[in-house]
């Protein structure tokens, strides 16, 4: 058996550059921040930071939309402060990966440029070009019906060549061309190889099962009656030729740098559509972000994304449960989050943050959750402190930033359908990418020491933000972050059962308690074999009411099945103070334990 891969074991920590920490007080945060915070990030066990785009970008898709993938946005710094943001983090045995953002370029990209200055450029073909239809009365029509991800179709219409371009997401991020192998080399070559040569040590691959659409461009069966545009995702996910896109740029890149890869992986929810992609004998990626749990409530794709639907923990439970369970008897592997930067904050969709007391162990609760899950651990940053969603009065208008929800927004009033204003507002409330964008809370001066006083951040700072940041709970064990630290660390020292454990579902139906067994697979990395006998039980409330386990038909020796017939309490969300009134057969309300046989 050969030495695991470093990534298997390592925490993974996504940080947003504009809302980490401003040094230059222009409102934006910036890489000389994120290198000031270093040591934070050390301490609270992180191994890996993934830095979110940060190159040259008109930033109408905040860095989504790259116009230079050479040269860092101004506001973020320099290409000398990436190389030293490269050293810091290899000087305390920590990794770097960058974004990697390559279905689709900006508007402003020079590929572009050129691609749209004539149709004999030699860059045409880097891009979708396609003529127009027209209908019976003469009216100019897009190539198809073609619902794009931000709204409106995936075709905007170029007045100077008289064609349409192809766009998934928005109109200034036309989709590069996969089909042409000169721009996949350009791409590898400019994109990939150019970081790689600075010593990044991979990539988060963003819309990685996008970059082969079907070429005959057929429209979409019409699935909403009414709508101009109508949802095409299998138009582009997962096309004819994407595996071996994929395994190229594995081959001619990925590899020969043993650079780790980790796809974004929308659209794509049946295991064996997955497999194929992290297999190690396909030799793609290293891992993928799955995306079921994380789209929990909401309404469905396109049109429907920000209409918020109600979940009961057992359809949490079973997505769970079906993820945890699907590598077992292959050679894949899999990642374990609940935020990022596209996604309200867990623990105001998962938790809840409504009172101090049930944020607090909901929070907690979260982090147990997620440590003991099998795969690879990404957190986002400000979930290691609890941080929440926006506060539900500030005006859509006003305080939400992603050109997403914007449109959205704007459609829904467009429609005039007031139901469907009040609807698409509440999700917005409850979902919209723009909660986990908003300033990162280090502490309890003006503008949370993001920025200084007297500087307007780029978005608003959470009022909420004294009660509710690093400053306040740094050096408390017994805080959100403490817990965090605790977990993580427990996490890395039984990797056999929390990072590699053999998954097993427990209560499944039961609407209060998120429950399950870790059988121990052992650690290569850490040279641990696997314990046989030992198991541990994950038993959690995730409700806000207290929860009698016997209530619930949960015998925890039992359940565990100990071979020597016993248990001990590895770890519980409760404070001190709370212990001495522990029950064994009782949970409070959002709190979690993890017992171990032995
Ligand atoms: O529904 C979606 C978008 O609303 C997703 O399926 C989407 O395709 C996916 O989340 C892609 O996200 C990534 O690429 C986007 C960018 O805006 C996101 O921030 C990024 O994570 C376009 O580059
Ligand atoms: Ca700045």
């Known amino acids: 058996m050969g030495k695991i891969p470093w990534w298997k074991e390592a925490v993974f920590y996504q940080v947003y550059p504009a809302s980490f920490k401003d040094t230059n007080n222009d409102g934006w945060g910036d890489i000389p921040g994120l290198i000031a915070k270093i040591d934070y990030l050390h301490d609270l066990g992180v191994n890996c930071v993934w830095l979110s785009p940060m190159f ?10 790259i116009s230079d993938y050479q040269a860092v946005y101004s506001r973020y710094g320099t290409l000398s402060d990436v190389d030293n943001l490269i050293a810091a983090c290899h ?32 860059k045409r073909d880097w891009y979708m070009w396609k003529p127009a239809r027209y209908d019976a009365n003469g009216n100019r029509m897009p190539p198809t019906n073609w619902r794009s991800y931000f709204a409106g179709p995936t075709w905007t219409w170029d007045e100077l060549t008289q064609e349409y371009y192809l766009h998934l997401y928005d109109t200034s991020q036309p989709d590069l061309n996969w089909e042409n192998e000169e721009c996949r080399k350009a791409i590898y070559n400019e994109a990939m190889r150019f970081w790689l040569d600075r010593g990044v040590d991979g990539f988060r ?56 890869s980790v ?54 439970k079973a997505y769970v449960a079906t993820w945890q369970q699907w590598l077992e008897g292959t050679d894949g592997w899999h990642t ?72 959205f927004y704007r459609e829904a009033k467009a429609s005039g359908d007031a139901e469907r204003i009040r609807k698409t507002e509440e999700g917005l409330r409850i979902l919209a990418r723009d909660h986990s964008r908003i300033p990162m809370q280090w502490d309890a001066s003006p503008n949370a020491g993001f920025t200084s006083a007297g500087v307007s951040p ?9 009660d509710l940041s690093v400053e306040k709970q740094e050096g408390d064990e017994e805080s959100i972050l403490g817990f ?115």
């Open 91 to 122: 000087a305390r045995g920590m990794k770097l990966i960058l974004d990697l953002v390559v279905n689709h370029t900006s508007d402003q990209h020079p590929w572009f440029q050129e691609s749209r200055s004539s149709k004999t450029n030699p």
């Open 205 to 260: 691959i963003d819309t990685v099962n996008k970059y082969s659409k079907r070429t005959d461009f057929p429209d979409a069966p019409v699935t909403m009656p009414g709508e101009t545009d109508q949802p095409a995702a299998e138009m582009w996910c997962n096309g004819p030729r994407i595996h071996e896109f994929i395994r190229e740029m594995n081959e001619q890149v990925l590899a020969p740098y043993n650079a780790v």
């Open 336 to 407: 374990v989050f609940c935020e990022n930067h596209d996604n309200g904050r867990a623990v105001s969709r998962f938790g809840d943050d409504s009172t101090v007391e049930s944020w607090e162990a909901s929070a907690k609760t979260i982090a147990l959750w997620q440590a003991t899950l099998t795969g690879t651990i990404f957190l986002y940053q400000g979930q290691e402190i609890g941080m929440v969603n926006m506060p539900k009065e500030w005006a859509i208008e006003q305080e939400y930033k992603d050109v997403e929800s914007l449109n």
């Open 56 to 65: 040259e970008s008109p930033q109408k898709d905040m860095g989504y939309d």
């Open 484 to 598: 965090y630290k605790k977990m993580l660390k427990l996490r890395k020292e039984y990797a056999g059962l929390f990072v590699h454990g053999a998954f097993r579902p427990v209560l499944q139906e039961d609407e209060t308690l998120f429950v399950y067994v870790k059988d121990d697979q052992g650690s290569e990395e850490s040279g641990v074999q696997a314990d046989k006998k030992r198991k541990a039980l994950v038993v959690m409330n995730f409700s806000g009411k207290p929860a009698i386990l016997q209530e619930h038909n949960l015998n925890v020796a039992a359940t565990l099945g100990s071979k020597h017939g016993g248990e001990r309490l590895l770890v519980t969300t409760l404070k001190k103070k709370d212990l001495s009134m522990m029950e064994a057969g009782t949970l409070k309300p959002w709190e979690s334990r993890v017992y171990l046989s032995y």
């Open 263 to 316: 796809g974004e992986l929308s659209n794509t929810p049946l295991p064996s559509q997955v497999l194929p992609y992290v297999s190690a004998a396909a030799r793609e990626l290293d891992m993928v972000f799955e995306f079921s749990t994380i789209r929990l409530g909401t309404g469905g794709p396109f049109h429907g994304k920000y209409l918020y639907r109600e979940f009961p923990l057992s359809e949490l």
């Open 458 to 466: 780029w978005m608003r700072v959470h009022d909420g933000f004294k």
